[in-house]
Every structure is written in C-alpha cells, then in structure tokens.
C-alpha cells in the first residue's frame, strides 16, 4: 500500500543531548525521500533529503540514514536545542514521474530544559 | 519575499458555503500542490499540477476543484462546505526533483 508510517507521536529529549526520529515506509520503489520540520502555525520545512542509491546523508546538525533492505528511515539531530521543538515528518516521493511525495504520520519533538 | 503565498490564511464559513484559497508561487517552479492536514497533523496529498495541467487527483470529492491559470498559481475552490472539510490546506510547489516549498496554510473552519 502506499503508506509512509511513524508510530510514535512524541519524542521527548534532553536539551544539548542527540534525538533520532524514526521512520517505517512501505513503497520499496520509492527513490527519494525527504524530512520535514513543522512549527507550530507554520507550513511544514525542508529538512534534509536523501535518494534511494545512498544509504547516509549528512547537513549541519543533522544525518539521515535509509536502510532500503527494512525500508526504514531516521533522522538524528545532533546537541538538540530549543528551536528543534518541533513536528517532524519523513516523505518519500512513491512515483518519480508525477513527484507524488507522500507524509508519515509525524512525530512531535519536544526538549526538556 | 514569501516564496510560497497563500490567501486567506484564517477562513471561517458556514456549512454549505462556496468558498476558494488562492496560492502564489515566485520560484519559478513548474509542479504545484495542495494538501489537507487534519487535526491530527496527517498531512494529505489532494491534488498536483504541472505547468498549468492536472497531474495527481487524489480521491478527493468533486466539490474541490483546482484551477492553475498559470503555472505560479494554484487557486483552491471548495463548494457545499461540509464539516469534514475543517482542516489547515498547504499549498507547495516543487522543482521537478528536490522536495515540496509550503505556504505557511489556510485554515479552514466550517460551522
């Protein structure tokens, strides 16, 4: 089916500690795949992406890592702050040709101080 | 500049109200969407267009229909509101390859 899948709803962490977001997706054609921050009243925010032909991608504070074989994505953020509080979300693009990009459920991250 | 504009961003009507949601995008970009997330943040993917023309319609009623007078624009009407039709709606546009640039949304209450 088509579906991108986040099963928990918070993740609380530690300030200046790392957090990892999970993602479960079930289109094993999917080739390209993205994560998105949303603030609360805001529109959802390009994060990081990665394709299918890589399996790690690094940017400032962040990694993704894909692991094509469980179908499974993460995103790490490194000494999380404040301003990570957010909604993530993990996408993927499941028809390359009509850029049909598709949102999990998300996940919200909130930091204790 | 606001890359991704859309109008108005708090909308409050009555059931069975026509009502539109315009979208204005200055990237130059050829694809142009929206979507529905509903109070549980679950972000929906209803229609797409590229370069003016209908490319992904994805179940939704008839009563939404999307009009693309060019391709910076991609306008939103919704007739016969229903209740079920409360929701924020993103428009986002995209290069072709690459990911979605969103609006900051509409927020659409139906009484």
């Known amino acids: 089916g088509e579906s991108v899948g986040l099963h928990l709803p918070t993740l609380s962490v530690q300030e200046g500690d790392n957090s990892i977001i999970n993602c479960a997706y079930s289109?094993?054609?999917?080739?390209?795949f993205i994560w998105y921050k949303q603030e609360s009243g805001k529109g959802p925010q390009f994060i990081i992406d990665?394709?299918?032909?890589?399996d790690k991608r690094q940017g400032q504070r962040v990694t993704v890592l894909l692991n094509k074989t469980v179908k499974h994505l993460s995103l790490q953020i490194a000494a999380t702050q404040p301003g990570d509080s957010a909604v993530y979300f993990c996408a993927e693009n499941i028809e390359s040709s009509a850029s049909k990009i598709i949102f999990g459920s998300g996940t919200r991250l909130s930091i204790r101080p | 500049d606001t890359a991704v504009s859309q109008t108005p961003k708090y909308l409050v009507t009555q059931m069975g109200n026509d009502k539109s949601i315009k979208c204005e995008q200055n990237l130059g970009h050829d694809t142009m969407y929206w979507y529905k997330q509903d109070s549980k943040k679950f972000l929906k993917i209803m229609f797409s267009y590229n370069n003016k023309e209908l490319i992904i319609n994805e179940t939704v009623p008839n009563r939404f229909s999307p009009k693309s007078p060019d391709k910076a624009h991609l306008n939103l009407h919704i007739n016969s509101l229903e209740l079920g039709d409360s929701a924020v709606y993103f428009c986002?546009?995209?290069?072709?390859?690459?990911?979605?640039?969103f609006g900051e949304g509409s927020r659409l209450t139906v009484l």
């Open positions: 289109n094993s054609a999917s080739d390209y």
């Open positions: 990665i394709r299918s032909n890589m």
């Open positions: 986002a546009s995209s290069p072709g390859t690459g990911g979605l640039f």
